[in-house]
C-alpha cells in the first residue's frame, strides 16, 4: 500500500502562483513515475505532468508548458508542483499518483501521460482561480 496526500491548493487571483505538494509513505519502493492529474466539474481527468525517479525527465501538455514545473524530493518521497501564471481555466481538484509500471530504458513523450498506467493516487486538493 502507498498513501498519497496533497497538500497546498486554495484560492488565488488569476496571474498568481501557487506550488501543491504531494508526500507518499506507505509500502517502500525505489522505481516509480509521479504525475500530477486535475479534473473539473463534468470534465474527464487531464493529465498535468509527470517526472521520472531520477526527477531528470519530465513531460508535460501544452496547456501548462511554461507556467508550470514538477518537481521532487526522493529522500522525502515528496513531489512538488509549481504553478505560475494562473488562469481561470486551470481551476480544478489537482491528484497526484505514482505508477510502478516500468517504462524500459527510454522516456518518451507519452511516459505518465495516461491516468490508466498509474497505480496509487491521492485524494486531491482544490485550486481556483478568479477572475
Known amino acids: 500500500q502507498v498513501q498519497l496526500v496533497e497538500s497546498g491548493g486554495g484560492l488565488v487571483q488569476a496571474g498568481g502562483s501557487l506550488r501543491l505538494s504531494c508526500a507518499a509513505s506507505g509500502r517502500t519502493f525505489s522505481n516509480y513515475v509521479m504525475g500530477w492529474f486535475r479534473q473539473a466539474p463534468g470534465k474527464a481527468r487531464e493529465f498535468v505532468a509527470a517526472i521520472s525517479w531520477s526527477g531528470s525527465n519530465t513531460n508535460y501538455p501544452d496547456s501548462v508548458k511554461g507556467r508550470f514545473t514538477i518537481s521532487k524530493d526522493n529522500a522525502k518521497n515528496t513531489v512538488y508542483l509549481q504553478m505560475n501564471s494562473l488562469k481561470p481555466e486551470d481551476t480544478a481538484v489537482y491528484y497526484c499518483?505514482?505508477?510502478?509500471?516500468?517504462?524500459?530504458?527510454?522516456?518518451?513523450?507519452?511516459?505518465?501521460?495516461?491516468?490508466?498506467?498509474?497505480?496509487?493516487w491521492g485524494q486531491g486538493t482544490q485550486v481556483t482561480v478568479s477572475s
Open positions: 499518483a505514482v505508477s510502478l509500471r516500468p517504462y524500459g530504458s527510454t522516456w518518451s513523450r507519452a511516459t505518465g501521460t495516461s491516468p490508466v498506467t498509474y497505480d496509487y
